[in-house]
């Protein structure tokens, strides 16, 4: 099938709520316990693990949206690959609050800036200084994997 085909497919509205309530669930609780975890790995014993949690939430992401529709309109997977992106960005996010609070630096300056969504994604720019980091790449690579996995097994 086309994908215009696809796109002209009926969405129900007994399928959309659920999903988008499963997706916004997840991307809450996700990104803010997933952060957490992140920030205590980081923080305390000096070790990123950010490409676990990446795998965990596409999967807890997916299989979760997959279980709230009962008929497949491509519109799912593309909005739960929205919600990884979401949900990513509120785990950095706690993180990054996480930091400022241990660190007493908690301001409204701070917090703002603690906002701003571009920097999270500042890893994918191939222009960047250390992109071809060890790290940077494990990152990018991991990152991929949990957009595909949210798109395939949210299917």
Excluded: C
Aim: aromatic residues 20%; without cysteine; positive net charge.
């Amino acid at each position: 099938m086309s994908l215009k085909h696809e796109f002209a497919k009926p969405i129900l509205k007994n399928d959309l709520m659920p999903v988008l309530r499963s997706g916004f669930f997840m991307s809450f609780t996700g990104g803010l316990i997933l952060g957490l975890i992140h920030f205590i790995f980081t923080y305390y014993f000096s070790f990123s693990i950010i490409w676990l949690l990446l795998l965990v939430l596409s999967h807890l992401m997916a299989t979760r949206i997959k279980q709230s529709y009962q008929t497949y309109h491509i519109l799912y997977p593309l909005l739960s690959v929205l919600f990884f992106l979401f949900a990513y960005y509120l785990m950095n996010v706690t993180m990054g609050v996480g930091i400022y609070i241990i660190l007493n630096l908690v301001s409204l300056e701070n917090i703002l800036l603690i906002l701003i969504p571009f920097q999270y994604f500042r890893f994918l720019l191939p222009i960047s200084a250390y992109f071809f980091s060890v790290n940077n790449l494990l990152q990018i690579v991991f990152f991929i994997i949990g957009i595909v996995y949210a798109y395939r097994y949210s299917r």
